[in-house]
Each structure stands twice: as structure tokens, then as C-alpha cells.
């Protein structure tokens, strides 16, 4: 197969994937999936084939994600409309209650163990079906299903920790 055909055949997969670990950022999520055909493209030698090329493309993604993540920590930017919206908003207060909300939600899914912290965010901020997410991942559709049920039982229990103690 060549560089082409595996990057018509994946970069739908791949994107999606990225899409939902960036929390739907379009634009990033290109970004980072043309960088992750790059790389692959540079390292399709080193392929041996022992997963599908999805999985690999995938993992390739994934490391890519997380450069950019550890990029960003060092750089914390704040986006000008961002900014704006916050400050001429007239419910800061709901917003700002919203955004906790949201961090709890996130801190929780940072204390699953891998395997249901990457199907958490795939599912929730990629809205992948348990079947992209299966493909993705190298791992059967109920595997899936299984560690996204687990995965929401702990956070259920963290929200449900955190909210007992603010009372």
C-alpha cells in the first residue's frame, strides 16, 4: 500500500480520533493530523506490521497529541475571543460555574487508567461510536462499551465526592 492510499484509507480515522482528543477543535486537529502523516510518512520503514495501520497511524496521532499538549503547558495562551466573550458576557458567574463543572469532569477522566481515559475522551469529546473507538484503539466494539461504563462509574463517584464536600 502506498503513502496515499494509507493516507485516503486513514485520514478520516485519524482525524476523528484527534478531534476528540483536542475537545473539538477543528483547526488543531487538522494541524495535528497532517503532522502525524508526516511522521509516518518518515517512519513507514519502521511499520513491521504486527497491528493494522490504523493503530499505528493512531498511535503515531496520540504522541503527537500529547507534544502539543506539553507545548501548550509551557506557553498557556489564552485566545483573544475567548477573552472578549468572558468579559462582556452578562452570565460570568454561570459560565465560570459551567467551566467547573467542565474541569471536574476532566480532572476526573486524568485518574482513569489509560485504557478508559482514551475511550472517555474519544467518546465524549470526539463523539466516536464504540466501533470507531474499537478500530482506533485495536480493540474489540464490547471492550469498548466495557472500560466507557467503568470509566463513567468512577467519574460519576468522583463528581458525586467533589459535590458532598462543597456542601
Same mark, same amino acid.
Given at each position: 500500500m502506498s503513502i496515499d492510499e494509507a493516507y485516503r484509507e486513514n485520514f478520516q480515522l485519524v482525524y476523528k480520533y484527534l478531534f476528540g482528543l483536542t475537545g473539538g477543535n =477543528?483547526?488543531? *486537529? +487538522? +494541524?495535528?493530523? @497532517? +503532522?502525524?502523516?508526516?511522521? *509516518?510518512? &518518515? #517512519?513507514? #520503514?519502521? %511499520?513491521? $506490521?504486527d497491528c493494522k495501520l490504523s493503530t499505528w497511524l493512531c498511535q503515531i496521532a496520540k504522541?503527537? %497529541?500529547?507534544q502539543e499538549i506539553d507545548k501548550k503547558k509551557r506557553r498557556k495562551e489564552v485566545s483573544l475571543d475567548v477573552a472578549v466573550e468572558c468579559a462582556a458576557s452578562e452570565n460570568l458567574e454561570k459560565k465560570l460555574i459551567d467551566q467547573e463543572q467542565k474541569l471536574a469532569i476532566y480532572q476526573s477522566i486524568q485518574k482513569l =487508567?489509560?485504557? @478508559? &481515559? =482514551?475511550?472517555?475522551?474519544?467518546?465524549?469529546? $470526539?463523539n466516536l461510536s464504540f466501533r470507531e473507538i474499537a478500530v482506533i484503539l485495536g480493540q474489540s466494539e464490547n471492550w469498548a462499551r466495557v472500560n466507557f461504563y467503568r470509566g463513567k462509574k468512577v467519574i460519576e463517584s468522583f463528581l458525586y465526592t467533589l459535590n458532598r464536600s462543597r456542601d
Open positions: =477543528d483547526h488543531l *486537529a +487538522e +494541524e495535528l493530523t @497532517q +503532522e502525524t502523516f508526516y511522521r *509516518a510518512t &518518515k #517512519k513507514i #520503514k519502521e %511499520f513491521r $506490521g504522541y503527537v %497529541f500529547y =487508567d489509560p485504557n @478508559q &481515559k =482514551d475511550v472517555m475522551m474519544l467518546r465524549l469529546s $470526539g
